[in-house]
T-cell receptor, first 114, second 112 residues
Framework: NAGVTQTPKFQVLKTGQSMTLQCAQDMNHEYMSWYRQDPGMGLRLIHYSVGAGITDQGEVPNGYNVSRSTTEDFPLRLLSAAPSQTSVYFC?????????????FGPGTRLTVL | AQSVTQLDSHVSVSEGTPVLLRCNYSSSYSPSLFWYVQHPNKGLQLLLKYTSAATLVKGINGFEAEFKKSETSFHLTKPSAHMSDAAEYFC??????????FGAGTILRVKS
């Protein structure tokens, strides 16, 4: 199993540009989520999905869109990038949405918005 | 609502000495608690988790944590630090629907 994979590893955008961060898992996990990591703030939940076709907002959803058309993939879209979205983005997945289910994290995407 | 406070932003120990990383939590119900480790420029790896079974939880690489409900604490310990333990450690509480709430992190430095 490859686990949770993310592409790209690094990305530089200009303000106003759009892009999609890719996330895929091959563990047949129902639950997938996106977090952003900023210095001194830990990780904060952006969006999550409890299964194909079902998504919901987390703590910091503004400026981001998601969709879940398949169990395996959970892309994160930035429609109009802003410097405040400079961060490291992590995708995670777990078997189900139970609070005891361990979430497995991808390697991250480091995004810089100029 | 859940929250997590990691009491030290930086901890420095000498190799071979004990490690203590402190974490207090707040939860409106019996929580699930986790410790994750992040090595520089890497993703997050699960060290251990507490899910209302034994209050003393053993994890990977010699780490363990004790759940103390009366103190709302979940401190991470290791008897003897190794250079490879240098990393950032996150205490995490799981909320409804498996939404994770992270502490701000503790950077562990291990001196030779």
């Amino acid at each position: 199993n490859a686990g949770v994979t993310q592409t790209p590893k690094f990305q530089v955008l200009k303000t106003g540009q759009s892009m999609t961060l890719q996330c895929a898992q091959d563990m047949n996990h129902e639950y997938m989520s996106w977090y952003r990591q900023d210095p001194g703030m830990g990780l904060r939940l952006i969006h999550y999905s409890v299964g194909a076709g079902i998504t919901d907002q987390g703590e910091v959803p503004n400026g981001y869109n998601v969709s879940r058309s398949t169990t395996e993939d959970f892309p994160l879209r930035l429609l109009s990038a802003a410097p405040s979205q400079t961060s490291v983005y992590f995708c995670a997945s777990s078997y189900r949405a139970g609070d005891t289910d361990t979430q497995y994290f991808g390697p991250g995407t480091r995004l810089t918005v100029l | 609502a859940q929250s997590v406070t990691q009491l030290d932003s930086h901890v420095s120990v000498s190799e071979g000495t004990p490690v203590l990383l402190r974490c207090n939590y707040s939860s409106s119900y019996s929580p699930s608690l986790f410790w994750y480790v992040q090595h520089p420029n890497k993703g997050l790896q699960l060290l251990l988790k507490y899910t209302s079974a034994a209050t003393l939880v053993k994890g990977i690489n010699g780490f363990e944590a004790e759940f103390k409900k009366s103190e709302t604490s979940f401190h991470l310990t290791k008897p003897s630090a190794h250079m490879s333990d240098a990393a950032e450690y996150f205490c995490v509480v799981s909320g409804y629907g498996n939404k994770l709430v992270f502490g701000a992190g503790t950077i562990l430095r291990v001196k030779s």
